[in-house]
C-alpha cells in the first residue's frame, strides 16, 4: 500500500439477464443482494464486507466489465492519485459521488490494455453482513449457496500488458508478486498478478491481443471443503464448469471456475500464498504455463486463453 | 455380509518396472512395505489395516490384475463357498497355503467377466502399521506421500456383466448397492458396484468389450484434503493424472484418478455413501453417465471408458 | 451381524419441554421433523436415513432414554431373535405395530445394565431426505443447523457391565470393538464399545452404580469442519457445552458433546475407526481411561462420569 | 503499514534446556532449524517466510521473551522510526548488524508495558523453505510434526496497556483491530490486537500488573484440519496442552494452545479475521472476555488470565 490504494472495492459487470444473473450471484456464490438503483443496476457484497457493496450488476447487450475499482485511504490520496494518473499522461474523468449509490467521487482511468480502472475513497460503510459489529458471532447462519465471503480480485486480459504493469506499479503503487516469463524470448512477460496488501493478488493481467476483456472475477472462501461444497452446487444448479476444483501454482490457491448466464467467468477460491513488499516476485516459465494455471493437470484446457468477456 | 464374505483382502498387480512400482505404491501412495517373497513379488498394505498385506506387486510383461481375494469369516465358511462354486458350474482352482506369504489356503475362480477372484480364510495378522494395538495413538507419524489407510476396492471392466453379478449376489451374498441402466433400452445394465459391508462398493464392475480388464485399484484417504495432497503430490512428482480432484455421482465419493509407471490406473479417495441390506438400489440413469462416473464436469473425459489393463 | 441385527433404527427421548426440545434436534442438530402422533411424540431423522424416523421425542417429567431399537434383516430374524432372548431367560414384550407410526412388531427387553432395548424388522422407508432416489445429488441444499446425518449410536450407563456384553454379543451377534480394562483389579472392565456393523460402535456401555442411565446420543457428521461448525452454533445459541471440539482415544473419532435443553446430552462426530469380525478387540488401559475417553486433554472433566439422563 | 512496519520479524525466547526446546519447535511445532551462533542461540523459521530466520532460542535460567522484532521496509524508514521513538520519549538502543546473524541493525525499544520490541531493515533473505523461488510447489514434502508455516505474532501482558497502545498506533503505525472493552468501567481496555497488516493481529497485549510478560507465541497452521494435527501430536508426544482444538471469538481463529518444556505457551492456528485501515474496531465487551478468548466453551480456563512467561 505504497501509494494509499486499499483493496478492490467493486466491480461492475454487464449482464444479458438481470434476474438470472441475480440467482448466479446472490443464490448460487451466495453474495447478499443489498439494494437496486433507478437504472436497474442491482448491489451485492461479501457477508464479510465492511463496505455497503462491492458487486455491481447492469443490465446490458454484451457480458463484461464496465470497470473495477480499488478503495483509496482518504480523500487527499485520491486528489494525489489523481494529479499522478494526470501527469502520467492518463485521462481521468471523474464521475460525481452518489453515481454509485453510496459512493463518493470516482476517478476513472483506462490502463493500456484497455480496462476501465476507477479510484475512489468514499463509500457507505455497513459492517459485516448478518453479525454485530459489538461482539461478533463467527458467521451468520443464513448465507446461501457458496457462501463466498469478499469480492477478491479479477483477472484482466489485455494487450499491453508492461504498460498496464507500468502505470500500476509506478503510479498506484500496487507490488509484482508473480509473474509468468518466457525466458526464451527475451523474458517476454505474459501474465503479472499484482497486490496492493499480502494477499497474492488484487488484480491480475494476461497478454492478450484484444484489448480491455475478463477472464474472471474471483471471491473468496474460507476453505477446501468449500470449493468441493461450490463444486456440488455447480453440478446441483447444471451451471456451466470451466475447471475445478483444482489448485493454481500461480499463488497456490484453490479453485474452481465456471461461468455466469450470461458468459462472465466467475472463480471461487481458498488459501493462496502471501507476500509482503521485500518478497522477491515469484515467476513461472512460460514452459511451465500449464503448471503455472492449473496446478495439478499441468496443462491448460482450451478455454483459458480463448473464453473471456 | 449375508455368506461370510468380510471384505477386500488382496489384490494382485502386474507391474512392467518393479522397483518404479515400489516408488509409486510405497513413496507415493504411502503403503507400507511390507515384505518381498522369492518370486520377486512386493507386498504392501495401508497403515490401517490388521492383515499383513492387501496389495502384491508382481512383475510382468504386461500391466494389469492377477486376481483380487476376499477375505471370508472362517475356514468352514471358505468350504461351504467353494462348494457353492462348484455348484454353481466355476471351475474352482485351490492355491495352497504359503503360496503368498502368510496367506492360507485360496481358491480361485473366474467370474464371467473375465477376473480372477479368489476367497481366503486366513492370513497372518500384524495388526495396524506404527500404532499400538493396546491404547493406540490416532496415527503414525511416519507415513509417506498420500497415507493411503487401506487398499478399499477394485473396478473391474468386462463383458458379461450380469454374469458377473448374478454369481457375486446369488453365490457370494453380495449386495447390488449401486447401478447404471440404459432406461431405454430394456434397462440394460452398464455398471454394478457391489459390497458386503456397509461401504457403498467392495468392488464394482463395468461392462466393457474385452474380459478381464482393470480400471483401478482404489485405496481409502480420511479427508477431501488429503485428496488435495494427494493432488499436489501428483504434481510435485509428475505423476500421469487421469482426473480430479472430483466427486463421483455413483456414491458420492471425493476422488483423484492417476496412473502407476505400468499404467495401472490408481485411484485415492474419501467420503462416500454408506448401505445395508435393507436399502434400495441406487440407481443412475445412462444418459446421466456423465454426472454419475464425474459429478462436478457431468460429462465422461476420454480415459474413462478406453483406457484400461 | 453374525444374528441379522443390522443397525441402531431409533431411540426415544424423554424431554421436559417438547417444543425447546424440538429447536435442539431440529434446528441446531438438524435432524428432519417428520411427524407428530396422537401421543404427542415427534419424530426426526437425519437426512441419510432411509427409514422414515429414528429419533422419536417423548414430553416427559424426567429426561433420558425410554428405549433404543435395533433393526433386524427380516421378519424371521425378528422372531429368530425373541425366541433366543426368551432362552437366555429375558422378559420380552411384544410392542404391537403402529404403537410408534410406520414402524412394525417391536420386541422390547431389559439388559442387565437396566436399558430397554428393541428389536423390530420393519420400518416405513421414505429414502435419503431431500434427494432423489435416481440419479441423487450429493446432498439437499435445506439443511437446518450441524446437519447432523443420521443418528449413530448411543452410550448407556448401567452397573451389570458384563451382563449385558454377554446378552449382546452371544445372544445378538454383536461384536466387542473396544474396552477399556483395569488390569490392576483383575482386568476389571470399565467400558465396552460394541458393534454390528464395521462402525467401531453401535451402541457402547460404561460401568455406572444406577441402572438404566444414558450418557449421550450420538450423530454423524461428514467432517471436522463440521464439528467445528456445531462448535460455533453451539456458542452462537448459548448451548450448554460439555467439552469439545476434540478427539475420543476409544475409536478416534473426532467429537463435541453438548446438552439439549433437558439435560439430555448430545454428541455430533465424524471419523472414527472400523472394525471386522476378525480384528481383535482394541483395549484401553483404565490407568489411560482420561487419554481413551478425551483424547487431547488426556483427563476426564468432572461431568463424563457423572452427568446422566 | 502507515508508518512503514511491515511485519513481526523475529521473536527471542528463553529456554531453560536448548536440546528439548529445539524439539519442541523443530521437531513438534515443524519449524525449520537453521543455524546456531556462538552464543549458543538457534534461529529456526517457518517454511513459508522469505528471511533467514524468524525465532531464535537462548538458554536461560528463566523462560520469557527477551525481545520481538518488526521488519521495516527500508533503512530510511527505520531512521526515521528511530527519530520518532526518541522524540516520544523512548529509549532507543542501537544493536549493531551481526548481533544476530545476518540481521543488519536493529533499534531496541521498551513499551509501557515494559516488553523489549525492535525495529530492523535488513535480514538475510533464504527464500521459502524446501521449495524453488522459480516455479515453486505447493508445498516441501520433508516437514515435521505441526508444519508450523511461518512466526505470526505474540500476545504479551504488561500494565500500561493504553501507553503501549498509543506508542504501537502512533509512533509506529499499528492499527488497533479488536479490543476487549469495560462498559461498566468508563471503557477501561483490558485487551488490544494491533496490526500493520490485514492480519486480525500481527502482536496483541493484554493488561496485566506485571510487566513484561509473554502470553505466547504464534504460528499460522493452514487449516482447522491441520489444528486437529497439531492436538493429536500434543496428546501423542504428552506435550503439556493448556486449550484447544477450540476457536476464539477475538479474530474468530481456530486454535490450541500448549506449553513448551520450558513454560512458554505456543499457539498454533488457522484462519482469522482480516482487517483494512477503514474499518472499524471490533469491540468485545468485558462481561463476554470468556466468549472473546474462547468462544466455544465461553468461560475462561484456569490459566488464561495467570500462566504466564
Not at 482518504?74 to 454509485?100: F, M, S
Not at 501454482?249 to 472463480?267: A, V
Amino acid at each position: 500500500m505504497r501509494k494509499g490504494v486499499m483493496r478492490p472495492g467493486h466491480v461492475q459487470l454487464r449482464v444479458l439477464d438481470l434476474e438470472e444473473a441475480v440467482v448466479h450471484y446472490r443464490d448460487r456464490l451466495g453474495l447478499i443482494e443489498v439494494q437496486r438503483d433507478d437504472q436497474g443496476r442491482v448491489y451485492l457484497k461479501g457477508w464479510t464486507e465492511i463496505d455497503a457493496w462491492s458487486v455491481v450488476l447492469r443490465p446490458a447487450d454484451e457480458a463484461g466489465m464496465d470497470f473495477m475499482g480499488f478503495k483509496v485511504l482518504d480523500e487527499a490520496t485520491l486528489e494525489a492519485r489523481k494529479q499522478d494518473l494526470i501527469d502520467y499522461g492518463c485521462e481521468v474523468e471523474t464521475i460525481p459521488a452518489g453515481e454509485l449509490d453510496g459512493c463518493g467521487e470516482r476517478i476513472r482511468f483506462q490502463v493500456p490494455t484497455g480496462h476501465f480502472l476507477e479510484l475512489f475513497a468514499e463509500k457507505e460503510q455497513t459492517g459485516k453482513w448478518g453479525v454485530h459489529e459489538n461482539n461478533p458471532e463467527a458467521w451468520p447462519e443464513d448465507l446461501k449457496g457458496m457462501k463466498a465471503t469478499r469480492f477478491d480480485h479479477a483477472l484482466l486480459y489485455g494487450d499491453d500488458l508492461d504498460g498496464t504493469v507500468d502505470l500500476m506499479t509506478n503510479v498506484l503503487g500496487f507490488q509484482l508478486s508473480e509473474q509468468v516469463i518466457d525466458r526464451d524470448n527475451d523474458d517476454f512477460r505474459l501474465a503479472a498478478f499484482l497486490t496492493v496488501s499480502t494477499k497474492a493478488h488484487d488484480v491480475a493481467f494476461i497478454r492478450h491481443p484484444e484489448k480491455g476483456k475478463l477472464h474472471h472475477t474471483s471471491y473468496y472462501l474460507d476453505t477446501w471443503n468449500d470449493v468441493l461444497r461450490a463444486a456440488d452446487l455447480i453440478a446441483m444448479h447444471d451451471i456451466p464448469l470451466d475447471i475445478g476444483p483444482t489448485r493454481h501454482g500461480l499463488t497456490h490457491g484453490q479453485t474452481i471456475y465456471f461461468f455466469d448466464p450470461s458468459g462472465n467467468r466467475t472463480e471461487v477460491f481458498a488459501g493462496g500464498d502471501y507476500t509482503y513488499p521485500d518478497h522477491p516476485v515469484t515467476t513461472w516459465d512460460a514452459d511451465k504455463l500449464g503448471k503455472a494455471i492449473f496446478y495439478h493437470d499441468r496443462e491448460l484446457n482450451e478455454n483459458f486463453l480463448s473464453v473471456v468477456s
